[in-house]
């Protein structure tokens, strides 16, 4: 199983502020197959990024991602108030079972 | 708008057997380009991938869950099922359910059900 371990536990910044959120895999999963997803209090998780750098549809192109083997990042430039939220990293590759990161909270400074 | 929709019990005691339905709207159950999805989440595991059902039948479950877990799927009625047997408190968890592109580069997660609460007590 790939082990996903996510990168700080709690990120305290401020809106304008730029946040980089880490996601390290166990194993090489090549240079896509990560996702990055965005949850709310009492809202199921919403679809950030796939394909490692591909922005889902609807999300805006202050979200961002990049890497590639075992080590992925999400940055988001320019925080909003609404993007302050949980955020998981998670494979999707061949190697089953599809797993999750612990997740990075975003937290208002 | 593709909407999942999960119903079931949101008590169940231990030892019992839990099924969960999850109904898709605005979207075609029955195409051969998706996988449907049971996810959880729970406090102590975070989020925990189940397995997938495609329309064709085909199934993969999380080895973890494998002794105990199946999965069905019926196109015409619009819905999937999830049937986990001799369930614990362990298995208290938000359990939703999510849709997948069968393209292997695209295979994240692109929409969700609400989830349904469920608590395993006696």
């Known amino acids: 199983e790939v082990v996903l371990t996510q990168s700080p536990d709690t990120l305290f910044l401020s809106p304008g502020e730029r946040a980089t959120l880490s996601c390290r895999a166990s194993q090489n999963i090549g240079t896509a197959y990560i996702a990055w997803y965005q949850q709310k209090p009492g809202q199921a998780p919403r679809l950030l990024m796939y394909d490692a750098f591909t922005r889902a549809t609807g999300i805006p192109d202050r979200f961002s991602g990049s890497g590639s083997g075992t080590d992925f990042t999400l940055t988001i430039n320019r925080l909003e108030p609404e993007d302050f939220a949980v955020y998981y990293c998670?494979?999707?590759?061949?190697?089953?079972?599809?797993?999750f990161g612990q997740g990075t909270k975003v937290q208002m400074k | 708008q593709v909407q999942l929709q999960e119903s079931g019990p949101r008590l169940i005691k231990p030892s019992q057997t839990l099924s969960l339905m999850c109904t898709v709207s605005g979207d075609s159950i029955d195409s051969d380009d998706y996988y449907w999805n049971w996810i959880r989440q729970s406090p102590g595991k975070g989020l925990e991938w189940i397995g997938y059902i495609h329309s064709a039948g085909t199934t993969h479950y999380n080895p973890n869950f494998e002794s105990r877990i199946s999965f069905s799927i019926d196109t015409s009625k619009k819905h999937f099922s999830l049937n986990l047997s001799a369930v614990t408190a362990a298995d208290t968890a938000r359990y939703y359910c999510?849709?997948?592109?069968?393209?292997?580069?695209?295979?994240?997660?692109?929409?969700w059900g609400r989830g349904v609460l469920v608590t395993v007590s006696s």
């Open positions: 999510a849709r997948a592109n069968i393209e292997p580069r695209q295979r994240a997660f692109d929409y």
């Open positions: 998670q494979q999707y590759s061949r190697s089953l079972p599809w797993t």
